[in-house]
């Protein structure tokens, strides 16, 4: 009987890169695509501050091709919001009037590549530290299979990521209903590490040091700051929406 | 001039998975593959033991037919060495004075398709914490870019590779002659929790529960243990020969 149980435990699994989700793919799991830095972390302030829908894209060009129909749109390429549009990928850029009740176009260099690499699954949310709580929540009421997608960096893995997934993991780890696969048992043992001061911890990751010799040290401290919101953004065809 | 040497160190990161080797393929790096449950243990035990030359194979069909030329050869699906072959995968069964001498032939689930996938590299090395001090005396002599491919389990990331990996590059970063990666920093953070006990380290990975439930946790404690040869094999051509 102890068998059954245990088999019959949802596997939490964490996938490194988009390029690697085909490996990952299976029916009827949860995706929670993680681009802490910053490209989730701006989609849940997003809907903090009242956007009504974002669309996702995966190029440039589909998103000048919204710009030109008259939506508002971010677009961000190697950590750079690109001239011509309304946003970036800073949260800070989203916490504005003029997105409440619009729909809002997003394109960057690596979340929303993942998103448009999972878009198949049974559900697609959006995690980042600023709503792990009210995700942690939700994927434990669901207790279905979780996919923890990490959107890394060009394809490779990335250190901000995988803290994040240690992050969820160690928290539904916490619920028996789980069984945690290789790539969650090491995400939760690095966030064992790190969780006392997530900063100091990403001080010699890529991606810290890139956003940081941009000035970025704001933006990403507020992209680690738990529990800014309640949103959890899901995606329904091709637009993100608020989970209902 | 702090800048230059910064920029002129040389670049350890980690892949963790042949699938994702296409993302980190780049000229003149050294390619470490790590299957250390069980290819890579296998195949320094088999040098140890006197093996002159080893021909890794990605498919039993190819290893099929030099068993008909007459060849030894290993081969090993799902953890389990395929009737009619000479060896599976297991250290122990190198461990004969048959081979000495001999080219061997081996195919196996994860590692030799590791091998296929980095075959063009400036050079693969075979890795394993049987020879864990040898390739890493190498390596910082050798001072290029390195790449440390785990082969993982099915293209999906493992936990046993992922702590080599980290003790490669714990022993490598205390030479300021290396630049740590992303991933090559999160093998790093695990193995530093990992070095006390690897073996109850690994407790609930899924490839250990896969041996020890067939009765091969004395290989899950020999592929662990350190040192135990000076052997770096390495590829040149399709043969795995001492490196010299």
Redesign the interface.
């Known amino acids: 009987m102890a068998d059954i149980l245990i088999a019959d435990r949802a596997q939490i699994?964490?996938c490194?890169?988009p390029?690697?989700y085909p490996?990952?793919e299976k029916e009827g799991q949860i995706v929670v695509v993680i681009d802490v830095l910053r490209a989730t972390s701006a989609i849940c302030t997003a809907f903090q501050y009242g956007v009504d829908k974002m669309i996702p894209v995966a190029t440039v060009e589909e998103a000048m091709a919204y710009k030109q129909q008259g939506y508002l749109v971010g677009a961000e390429r190697n950590a750079i919001a690109i001239e011509g549009f309304d946003f970036g990928n800073s949260p800070y850029s989203y916490m504005t009037e003029k997105i409440k009740g619009q729909t809002v176009v997003i394109t960057t260099t690596n979340g929303t590549q993942a998103i448009e690499a999972a878009k198949n699954a049974y559900a697609v949310v959006i995690g980042s530290f600023l709503n792990i709580t009210a995700l942690c929540n939700w994927l434990i009421a669901e207790n279905k299979p979780i996919l923890l997608l990490c959107s890394g960096?060009?394809?490779?893995?990335?250190?901000e990521d995988?803290l994040f997934a240690g992050a969820v993991t160690e928290i539904l780890s916490k619920h028996d209903n789980f069984k945690?696969?290789?790539?969650a048992?090491?995400t939760k043992?690095?966030y064992?590490?790190?969780h006392q001061n997530p900063y100091k911890f990403l001080n010699?990751?890529?991606?810290k040091e890139r956003l940081s010799a941009m000035g970025l040290k704001d933006d990403i401290k507020y992209c680690l700051t738990l529990d800014q919101t309640q949103v959890i953004p899901i995606l329904k065809d091709k637009y993100l929406v608020l989970n209902s």
């Open positions: 699994d964490v490194f890169s390029f690697l490996v990952y960096w060009k394809n490779k893995f990335n250190l995988t945690l696969l290789d790539g048992l090491a043992y690095l064992q590490q790190a010699y990751s890529s991606h």
